[in-house]
């Protein structure tokens, strides 16, 4: 079964600004960890290589206590890349992409206006990734759909292909709850959830292939940069070990940035574009809900937050 990549590769060129300003954030990052790399640098030429691991460690440790890590991953690396799933979930759904550099304010907007807060967000998120999980451990039968031979008596194997799987799955979710917004978000994650169930399985065929692409296409473009940058790392004296270190971190960071950048974007569209047109003359099933019900206690929530329900901003 095609994966369709070249029509959803040519609809993810359609939001290349957004895409450039998602790239001008990681450079930002990128250029930040360097200078702070820097800094470490000189305080293990001056006091030792060990001086170099013990003050990264401390930093490390000092910026998961106070929460910067999780501050920075939150909005520097999860809402812009939520911000583009919207994007291209209306791409795909309307055909149509705001112009240029307005793709910027429109993105922005889309979280705020179907979530209204980050705390809604992340909880959203949660649910939404444990309800996932829980249904393909449970009335799934995911040996039936695991796309290699060998595999399917390995209930370790089983799990590894969901997790694999559910990397874009849980996105897809998403996706599908910034397109309704006549609903509420839970209430879109509910039926998005019972659409998926009735289409499981290729979806979640391609959504393990889709991610076991992604990996190549990582370590082809961290290859890539590795290579200039390892021919200058070789070029040092062998006592330059933290520099040594500081180029492989900006070659890794720079060939996932790239990934992250120009590929997750074609796989979340081609997900999208199957989703749709997998579900586009399907309702939910209410035996599905039965079952997921049992199942999962997440998909329990979500289905009591939308009958809860709230009125989403529109405007």
Known sequence: MALQLGRATGIAMRTAPYALYRG???LA?????????GVLGVIGHVFGEGAFWVSLGLVLLLSAVLG????????LSIKPKAGH??????????????????????????????????????LFRSLVKQAMLDIHRGPLE???????????GSERAQGWAVHLALRYLDE???????????????????????LYCSRWRRLFEDAFRLTLLAYGVGFFTACAFMLPLGVVASSLP?????????????????????????????????LLITFFEET??????????????EESEAFCRIKELAEEGFEPDLS
Not at 280 to 293: C, G, I, N, R, Y
Request: include cysteine.
């Open 85 to 122: 799933i919207a994007l291209l979930t209306e791409v795909v759904n309307e055909g149509l992409a705001p112009p240029g550099i307005a793709q910027l304010d429109w993105c922005k907007r889309q979280q705020p206006l179907r979530f209204k807060e980050a705390g809604t967000f992340r």
């Open 238 to 270: 062998p006592a330059w070990m933290t520099t040594r270190f500081i180029l492989y971190a900006v070659a890794l960071f720079l060939g996932l940035s790239a990934k992250w950048i120009v590929f997750d974007p074609i796989a979340h569209t081609s």
């Open 142 to 152: 995911v040996r039936a759909a695991v796309p290699f031979p060998g595999m399917e």
């Open 280 to 293: 586009a003359k399907v309702t939910p099933d209410d035996a599905w809900e039965e079952s997921l019900v």
């Open 24 to 26: 001008g954030i990681c």
């Open 68 to 75: 910067l890590l999780n501050f920075g991953l939150f909005h």
């Open 29 to 37: 990052m990128g250029v930040c960890g360097v200078a702070i790399l």
């Open 172 to 194: 897809l979710i998403l996706g599908y709850a910034f397109r309704g917004q006549e609903d509420d978000v839970f209430e879109s994650a509910q039926k998005g959830i019972l």
